[in-house]
Nanobody, 125 residues
Framework: VQLQASGGGSVQAGGSLTLSCAAS???????????MGWFRQAPGKEREFVAY????????TYADSVKGRFTISRDNAKNTVYLQMISLKPEDTAVYYCAASNEVYTTTPGRYPYWGQGTLVTVSS
């Protein structure tokens, strides 16, 4: 599957952004067969898990650092996954990546074989 992330930008602390990730299915598979995740990588740091959404049930998991502020959702009819971010903090500054996994549930970057190109989110204080 090919993924295209968008929606990044520069905001002040306390602001909001919504990221989108459009998927194009390949090899006869549909978008709904993939679990989806958002990850981020700040300068000089390792890529970290942000949020996960189940391929069918819509159940979600969040990193503690974003719980209550970020919401992941998906629209299988539109082949799109979203990350709504509110109450943004300077420490949320990073390149955000969407990713697709064949596994039912995982938050480990290495278990996601498909990645988008990343979109930069910059939060100023």
């Amino acid at each position: 599957v090919q993924l295209q992330a968008s929606g990044g930008g520069s905001v002040q602390a306390g602001g909001s952004l919504t990221l989108s990730c459009a998927a194009s299915a390949v090899s006869g598979r549909t978008f709904s067969t993939f679990s989806m995740g958002w990850f981020r990588q700040a300068p000089g740091k390792e890529r970290e898990f942000v949020a996960y959404v189940n391929r069918l049930s819509g159940s979600t998991t969040y990193a503690d650092s974003v719980k209550g502020r970020f919401t992941i959702s998906r629209d299988n009819a539109k082949n799109t996954v979203y990350l709504q971010m509110i109450s943004l903090k300077p420490e949320d500054t990073a390149v955000y990546y969407c990713a697709a996994s064949n596994e039912v549930y995982t938050t480990t970057p290495g278990r996601y074989p498909y990645w988008g190109q990343g979109t930069l989110v910059t939060v100023s204080s």
